[in-house]
């Protein structure tokens, strides 16, 4: 899951803990967050509905790519959740924000190093090369 997600379920954590985990919990399972033992396991462990929620969005925040907007698809099929999800949708992330006391970037990738390109050509093609892609550039 990137980090502006993460931010979103995080600024919207109490709110979320309303859901009923028991009732998502196979539509999770059929979009693949989990598999039907971890949702045991992760329900299984905690003693009320808030707690086995709270537990389930803080693993969903390891899941892959996907798993934000698998989540938002869960809970599209629930009417009494619409406005959980309007919340989620509205709520600004920006770089300034901070995940785990480090500011938002764009992706979990690092931040680009120095980056040199060279652009050499004559009057009918050039070529742009950079530290990971080469363009050729040509005039017809």
């Known amino acids: 899951m990137n980090i502006q997600d993460k931010s979103r379920l995080r600024k919207n954590r109490c709110n979320l803990m309303a859901i009923d985990p028991d009732q998502i919990k196979h539509h999770l399972i059929q979009e693949e967050l989990f598999t039907p033992q971890q949702m045991d396991d992760l329900l299984l462990s905690q003693p ?5 929620m709270g537990s389930l969005l803080t693993e969903m925040e390891e899941k892959g790519p996907n798993a934000y907007s698998a989540f938002r698809k869960v809970l599209l099929q629930f009417p009494p959740y619409k406005h959980l999800l309007d919340e989620l949708d509205r709520t600004l992330v920006t770089a300034t924000d901070e995940m785990d006391g480090a500011p938002l970037n764009q992706t979990d990738e ?3 190093k120095n980056v040199s ?3 050499r050509g004559n009057d009918s093609s050039a070529v742009v090369s950079g530290s990971h892609s080469t363009i050729t550039i040509v005039k017809r």
């Open 110 to 112: 690092p931040p680009a």
């Open 117 to 119: 390109i060279l652009i």
């Open 48 to 52: 009320t509905p808030k707690d086995r």
